[in-house]
Each structure stands twice: as C-alpha cells, then as structure tokens.
C-alpha cells in the first residue's frame, strides 16, 4: 500500500516530510529541521510518531531529533555523522532497507554534501527523500565531499526511474532557475524556469519534483553535456563552481 506523505514548509526555506505506512499507520519524519512545527502537524493530523530518519548530520535536518525523541519516543535512524549532535538508535547504511510498517525504504548513499549524506527510496510507492543531495533544478554544497563523490550520488539517483517522485529539503528553485539559465540555454529548462517563477509569485512549493523532469532540465545533471569532451565528475564540477559563486 502506498506512503501518505505531509508536506509542509519550516524554518527560511525548509520543508518538513510526515509520511506515514497506510497499512500500518507506522509514521516517520525525514528530518528533524524544526522540531515544534513537526508536533503541531503531527497533532493536526492526529498521528503518533514511530521514527525519525536523518539524512544528515546538519542542524536543520538533524536539530529537531533530541527534543522530537522526548516528546514522542521516536526511534532515531540515520548515518553515522548524526552523532556529531545527537544519538541514534540505528545507524542506516547504504544497501540496507529500513521498514516503516510494511513500506520497504532503501537506503542510498547520497555523500558529497556530507560525507555520510544518505537517501530513503521506495520503490514500490516511486518515491525518494533526497535530503540536500538533489534539488528542484540543483544541487547541494560539497561541504564534504569532493565533485567524484558527489557526482557518484547523484548519478544513483538518476539512475531511479524518471517517473521517481523526489522530495527534497528546500525551496530553492526559483535562485536554482536563475543559475541554470545562466549556464544552459535549453528551450525546456526555460519552460520550466517560467513555470518556476509564476509558481513562487503565486506562493506555490515547487517541490516535488522528479528524476525524469531534472535529468531533462537540471544543470548538474546535464552537466556532461554542457561541458562536452570533459569526464563527467570534471563537467560537474565546473558546473558547481560556477554556481558557487554565482550572483544572479
């Protein structure tokens, strides 16, 4: 059965995820980014919170997780980095599937924007919990990792299938936009951008996305054929760099 899956935005330009197993009613948040508004949606939807799966060890992803794991007795799964600042109960490691009642989530290593970046994939339902590894139209920082590792990530979860609904961790779409369209001139990508633009006028989340619409559109997964005749971590990471110290 499919995952009923909360949305909401916290923090400057967060989103939360509540996404619960329909046959269980088991319920987890990816991401613990703002604990207080994670306990009022979990009360306006009347659901009891079982788990609590990290992505990464930054504040506004695994800042929430003491005080969530207080209120509710969640049980804490996430990457070993996590420890940096909170405990966890488990530490999820690529390969391995973590089960929210009866949903299967694989864990995929997503390192790069931290070395230990993780993602949650259910195939069944065709949906990913991406973190700071992929945006709508971007990419995370390499805080950590180096433009090999990062491109590695990225190109698993390029390899989902398109139809992969990816849910990412902030509304950064619109200064995405701006960039991509500085580097790439594609008629899709400006369709989209348009899109992007009307949408954040009218107040509207651009996330989600998915994996066939950001292989079309993004530029750091088009990266290789934006920088023709360099391998494709070197195409990737020109791409970064340019959008590191962007202005637009």
């Known amino acids: 059965m499919p995952l009923q899956i909360h949305q909401f935005p916290c923090l400057s330009d967060n989103y939360g995820f509540l996404v619960r197993d329909v046959a269980t009613g088991k319920t987890a948040c990816i991401d613990t980014p703002d604990a207080e508004a994670i306990l009022v949606q979990l009360e306006k939807l009347g659901w009891e919170l079982d788990f609590i799966l990290n992505t990464h060890w930054h504040p506004d992803h695994a800042g929430g997780n003491e005080k969530l794991y207080a209120a509710t007795g969640a049980t804490i799964i996430g990457p070993q980095e ?10 999820a490691r690529p390969g ?8 299967q989530l694989a864990v995929i290593d997503s390192g790069g924007h931290t070395l230990g970046h993780l993602a949650y994939y259910d195939a069944e339902g065709g949906v990913a919990f991406v973190g700071d590894t992929l945006f709508a139209l971007g990419c995370g920082r390499m805080f950590e990792g180096d433009p090999e590792q990062m491109w590695a990530s990225l190109s698993r979860l390029a390899a989902l299938p398109d139809d992969t609904v990816v ?4 509304e950064y779409t619109a200064s995405n936009a701006r960039f991509a369209l500085s580097v790439d001139d594609d008629p899709a990508l400006r369709a989209r951008a348009d899109q992007v633009f009307a949408a954040r006028e009218r107040g509207e989340a651009t996330v989600p996305t998915t994996i066939g619409l950001e292989k079309a559109t993004n530029p750091f997964l088009r990266a290789p054929a934006l920088r023709p005749g360099l391998a494709p971590a070197q195409a990737f990471a020109e791409i970064r760099a ?6 637009g």
């Not at 996590?82 to 530490?91: D, L, Q, S, Y």
């Not at 599937?97 to 949903?103: N, P």
């Not at 849910?167 to 902030?170: D, E, F, I, N, S």
């Not at 340019?242 to 202005?247: G, T």
């Open 82 to 91: 996590v420890t940096r600042i909170a405990p966890v109960h488990h530490e």
């Open 242 to 247: 340019a959008k590191d110290s962007f202005k």
């Open 167 to 170: 849910y990412c961790a902030h």
């Open 96 to 103: 391995e599937t973590v089960l929210l009642g009866e949903t």
